[in-house]
T-cell receptor, first 112, second 116 residues
Framework: KNQVEQSPQSLIILEGKNCTLQCNYTVSPFSNLRWYKQDTGRGPVSLTIMTFSENTKSNGRYTATLDADTKQSSLHITASQLSDSASYICVVSVAGGFKTIFGAGTRLFVKA | DAGVTQSPTHLIKTRGQQVTLRCSPKSGHDTVSWYQQALGQGPQFIFQYYEEEERQRGNFPDRFSGHQFPNYSSELNVNALLLGDSALYLC???????????????FGPGTRLTVT
């Protein structure tokens, strides 16, 4: 069964600190993996997208990694800011078709 | 270049009523997907339209139906509304390249539906 699991479910960190969010998937055949940031009540905004041949992709203070062998991905946030408080959603697409599998998201709270 | 737009922004309906939500995809995109997101949950896939046809469908009842127009815009219709249909409804557009390998979705701001 195609699934995407994210951990932790929620996370509280102090402003300026780093954090890492995890995503494990059992999607096959794999096409690509995306990380989205979603502010409360808003639509998700894409942070990174990686295909099976990419191990790392950065977008400013956000760095995503992908291990296609272990089917794991992580999103590392450096020097967190209050505006980083949001839900971060991992999404995996199935190759050759239209299907995408969403994780439930990690809710990040950055405190001053 | 306008991104994905959705209307209305907010909507309040009564149980048993019907509702229509609208979505215009990002310029150049031909595929529209609809998602339901309950408070505190990740988006749940409803269905996807490509070439004016429903290509994929999630685990949603027939009360949820849709349509895609020749200009690629789309509508989501929900009949016989239930309290549990209260959620943020997200529309996402993409360009289907035939393989799925560069299949990046752009989301709209969503429509907040409240059923009372």
């Amino acid at each position: 069964k195609n699934q995407v699991e994210q951990s932790p479910q929620s996370l509280i960190i102090l402003e300026g600190k780093n954090c890492t969010l995890q995503c494990n998937y059992t999607v096959s055949p794999f096409s690509n993996l995306r990380w989205y940031k979603q502010d409360t009540g808003r639509g998700p905004v894409s942070l990174t997208i990686m295909t099976f041949s990419e191990n790392t992709k950065s977008n400013g203070r956000y760095t995503a990694t992908l291990d296609a062998d272990t089917k794991q991905s992580s999103l590392h946030i450096t020097a967190s800011q209050l505006s980083d408080s949001a839900s971060y959603i991992c999404v995996v697409s199935v190759a050759g078709g239209f299907k995408t599998i969403f994780g439930a998201g990690t809710r990040l709270f950055v405190k001053a | 270049d306008a991104g994905v737009t959705q209307s209305p922004t907010h909507l309040i309906k009564t149980r048993g009523q019907q509702v229509t939500l609208r979505c215009s995809p990002k310029s150049g995109h031909d595929t529209v997907s609809w998602y339901q997101q309950a408070l505190g949950q990740g988006p749940q896939f409803i269905f996807q339209y490509y070439e004016e046809e429903e290509r994929q469908r999630g685990n949603f009842p027939d009360r949820f139906s849709g349509h895609q127009f020749p200009n690629y815009s789309s509508e989501l219709n929900v009949n016989a509304l239930l309290l549990g249909d209260s959620a943020l409804y997200l529309c996402a557009s993409s360009l289907y390249d035939g393989t799925g390998y560069s299949y990046e979705q752009y989301f709209g701001p969503g429509t907040r539906l409240t059923v009372t």
